[in-house]
């Protein structure tokens, strides 16, 4: 179990369409790496080395500090069984650790329930985008979902504050308990004063934030932003949680260029955010994961990559301790997985035990639905 | 016109369609209201969408792949199509016929089985049944590929009895047994698609029904008490004459048509709301051999359907949340392109149209509503039902205009409440708007300035409409 001065805390930042593992965490000197990706390999020289076989992309320079610290651990060939191959499936199985059935139940919903029974703090999780992952998806579980931290609120159509104020008091005495209603708008009232009291504390995160750190202004940056916002801001939120635009991985075209840019993105914000947090003595109590549904293909397509089985996944955090886990999966096309993908050795139910575990002190193996064997990352 | 008339159709309207413009609620309770359901029921008889003009404006709705443009393609015509209870109906199906795009990964498979929905929704229950288990989509979804003359996969089998047609059981006894299930899904071997999937290695190319004799299992089977050489389309039949499917079918249509009940699963042991209704409807049904149209004609034409109590008694699920609020305001009429952010909303509000959650479909009733979708759904609301740059809302302000040169907070607030609706509040709600406006007083119109204030108090007040709870009912 992690030691930390406060409450731990987890970020999670999902990284949408299938980020191609292959040119992320490079075989540097594997042959057949090379074979297989005419068009896109990159050349050995221009790698980020972090051990004698494995390296970095190079636009992922951000992140070789937080190995050399000790800080970063990268899991390769992670995965499940029977790969799934829509982004939708595949997303949805790490969301709710189902490979078989449906499930409707999110992984971080159902923790969120562990770390606060009661629903005692409206902001317990706090999602940062449109519409709530399915990870976050539990009955009975209030996650705000905010598009926008700095608009963030009820009526934000309004014009004028004092016109929005007033508006805003109207509605709270409108949603206040009403005798004789009936039972679903009793339900409903609550719910409205449970999302007023919501974004009322929420609203108030970015004016009490200041920072020397400058996030990209692209959504990963904005939003990544907004989480350190939101901590710093000390609402006791534990789960935290945003999606990169949707499908942007989803290399199967230039993928040279595209991801580049992608991974120098999440790279760049990445590094932000620690170096925030660190600024102003609150990373101690934060893990931040990024992972993606799948990877992608082993041979290139001339221009891309398709729709592959297993992928990466990075924590960061200063009680991470960094280094590889899992195997690097075998490129030799004899031991590639129907269709030419690599194949998975990592469940990434393992991963998220120990987070559960060892981070949040939390029984596990009713969350991620099983007895995954636990990688040991954290320090 | 008579008040109670207009809230009718109005009430009509937002259950058989998407609701409507106040400007077309007029016309239509004025055609009269067994006028309009005859409409409504006999789609033909309605102006067609203009698909070639449809697919000019939005080339990228045509055979489209993406999921996106399917989901959008089918909102426009949610917003535009004449033919309002064939696109309510069509939802209606795909809330009970449940295959989603997680697994299917084919938008325009996905738009090809709402529009089974939507050309057979209505029609003979059987023929919808035989259309489904023949649609490539859903047979792909519910594994029956998988299913194999040697080795069965019980999926499709099951779910078309347990949540397609029969259901599990009613008057706390069961429909069927699971041996009952098994003859089902040998019936079903054999019934498979091509090009099979995944699809590789050249990616994937449109599907087709294939039935397979050689993978078929054509043993005697018993199925419901009857034995023999069942394929298919004897287990849809034999489905189709049960008093459990007339039943099942009744009370869907009064849950998504007429008022919320209990979540399915419950529907074994918990009778309906109202007997006498599902009754009404299960003969309907009987009588008319198995038309879906004679049972909403009854419903629609029913004291059942057009009783006050009734009225309101649905969460909004998030489709019609924002469909009906863009058919209000008239924002989005017409042909012309670039409706994806509004086609994105339901699914911020819980609702991702071609990929619900399950096979079992979304939970409705107030489970539509979270502290996260709530906030979606009322700033959504408010935002476009409190623009008066729309067309609608500019329209719904003249009219409030025209209900006097003057008007007290009362009077602007029932004014405000009847356009809008009418939307019928609790009375503390009801105090709170009046009281809001009594702050700001008496309203004119009179001079440039009394107009400009009167427009922005009618936006606003229209905003608190919409962000009440009772504005979450329809």
């Not at chain 1, 999670?12 to 297989?36: E, T, W």
């Not at chain 1, 139940?105 to 029974?117: H, S, Y």
């Not at chain 2, 994806?340 to 509000?349: A, G, I, V």
């Amino acid at each position: 179990m992690v030691q930390t001065k406060k409450d731990p805390v987890l970020a999670v930042l999902s990284l949408s369409g299938g980020n191609d593992g292959l040119n992320c965490v490079i075989p540097r000197n594997n042959g057949h790496y090379r074979d297989a990706r005419p068009t896109i390999a990159v050349p050995e020289d221009q790698i980020i080395p972090l051990t004698d076989e494995l390296g970095l992309h190079p636009t992922m320079g951000p992140l070789k500090k937080y190995w050399d610290e000790g800080k970063l651990a990268v899991f390769v060939g992670i995965g499940y069984p029977t790969p799934s191959y829509s982004h939708f499936r595949s997303m949805d199985i790490w969301h709710t650790c189902e490979p078989e059935a449906i499930g409707t139940e999110g992984w971080l919903g159902r923790a969120t329930k562990q770390l606060d029974p009661n629903s005692e703090n409206v902001l317990t999780a706090v999602n940062f985008g449109r519409g709530l992952p399915r990870a976050l998806v539990m009955d009975g579980v209030p996650v705000a979902s905010v598009g926008n931290l700095e608009t963030y609120g009820l009526l934000t159509g309004i014009e004028g504050e004092n016109q929005r104020n007033d508006a805003l008091e109207v509605f709270g005495r409108m949603y206040a308990p009403a005798i004789g209603t009936g039972a679903v708008m009793d339900y409903i009232h609550q719910t409205g004063t449970d999302a007023l009291k919501g974004a009322d504390i929420l609203s108030t995160a970015p004016d009490a934030y200041t920072s020397s750190v400058e996030y990209s202004s692209t959504a990963i940056g904005q939003y990544m932003k907004n989480i350190a916002q939101t901590h710093l801001a000390g609402f006791g939120t534990r789960v935290l949680y945003t999606t990169s635009p949707y499908n942007g991985f989803d290399s199967h075209a230039n993928q040279l260029q595209a991801n580049s840019g992608l991974l120098s993105d999440v790279s760049n914000t990445v590094d932000n955010f620690m170096t925030d947090l660190r600024e102003h003595d609150a990373s101690d109590e934060v893990t931040l994961m990024f992972f993606s549904e799948f990877g992608r293909r082993v041979k290139d397509n001339g221009s891309g990559t398709d729709h592959g089985a297993a992928g990466v996944a990075f924590v960061v955090g200063e009680h991470v301790k960094g280094g590889i886990y899992g195997q690097y999966p075998s490129l030799e096309p004899s031991q590639l997985e129907e269709g030419g993908n690599l194949k998975f050795n990592l469940d990434f139910r393992s991963v998220y035990s120990t987070i559960l575990e060892e981070w949040f002190s939390l029984d596990a193996n009713p969350i991620v639905n099983g007895n995954f064997e636990r990688t040991k990352f954290f320090a | 016109m008579a008040e109670q008339d207009i809230a009718l159709m109005s009430h009509l309207m937002r259950r058989a369609g998407f609701g409507a413009s106040r400007d077309e609620i007029e016309a239509k309770a004025a055609q009269g209201y067994d006028s309009v359901v005859q409409e409504l029921l006999n789609p033909e008889t309605q102006e067609a969408v203009d698909e070639d003009l449809l697919y000019r404006y939005n080339p990228s709705y045509y055979e489209a792949a993406a999921i996106e443009n399917n989901v959008q393609q089918w909102v426009w015509r949610m917003i535009n199509s004449p033919r309002q209870l064939q696109e309510k109906v069509a939802l209606f199906w795909h809330m009970i016929f449940c295959a989603g795009h997680s697994k299917i990964d084919s938008g325009q498979e996905m738009g090809l089985m709402v529009d089974i929905f939507r050309q057979d929704g209505m029609g003979k229950f059987d023929n919808l049944l035989l259309a489904l288990s023949t649609n490539p989509g859903m047979m792909y979804y519910l594994d029956n590929t998988e299913s194999h003359k040697a080795n069965i996969n019980e999926n499709y089998g099951r779910e078309l009895l347990e949540l397609f047609s029969l259901g599990v059981g009613m008057d706390e006894g069961f429909n069927y047994s699971e041996d009952d299930v098994k003859a089902c899904a040998r019936a079903f071997t054999g019934w498979n698609i091509a090009p099979p999937y995944p699809p590789f290695p050249h990616g994937r190319s449109p599907w087709e029904f294939r039935f397979d004799p050689a993978d078929h299992d054509s043993q005697e089977k018993t199925f419901l008490g009857e034995t023999g050489n069942w394929n298919g389309n004897d287990i849809i039949e034999i489905a189709c004459k049960q008093p459990a499917t007339a039943r099942f079918l009744a009370r869907h249509l009064y849950n998504y048509f007429v008022a919320d009940e209990p979540q399915i699963p419950a529907w074994r042991l918990t009778p309906p709301r109202d007997q006498a209704a599902i009754e009404a409807m299960e003969k309907a049904y009987w009588e008319s051999d198995h038309s879906i149209k004679a049972m909403l004609e009854v419903l629609f034409t029913s004291e059942f359907f057009k009783d006050e109590a009734v009225r309101y008694a649905k969460v909004k699920n998030p489709t019609e949340m924002v469909v009906s609020l863009l058919r209000m305001t008239g924002e989005f009429k017409g042909y012309k392109p670039g409706l994806f952010d509004y086609s994105q909303e339901p699914k911020y509000m819980g609702m991702d149209l071609m990929n619900p959650p399950t096979v079992e479909g979304w939970h409705t009733g107030r489970e539509w509503i979270d502290s996260g979708t709530l906030v979606e759904r009322i700033n959504f609301a408010s935002d476009i039902l409190g623009n008066t740059e729309l067309e609608g809302v500019q329209s719904l302000v003249n009219r409030l205009m025209g209900l006097g040169d003057k008007l007290t907070p009362e009077q602007f607030v029932d004014g405000c409440l009847d356009l809008t609706g009418p939307v019928v509040l609790f009375p503390d709600t009801m105090g709170q708007l009046i009281s809001h406006a009594t702050q700001e007083g008496e309203l004119s119109h009179g001079t440039d300035a009394e107009k400009t204030d009167f427009i922005r108090r009618s936006g606003e007040m229209f905003q608190m409409i919409a962000a009440t709870a009772e504005f979450q009912f329809e």
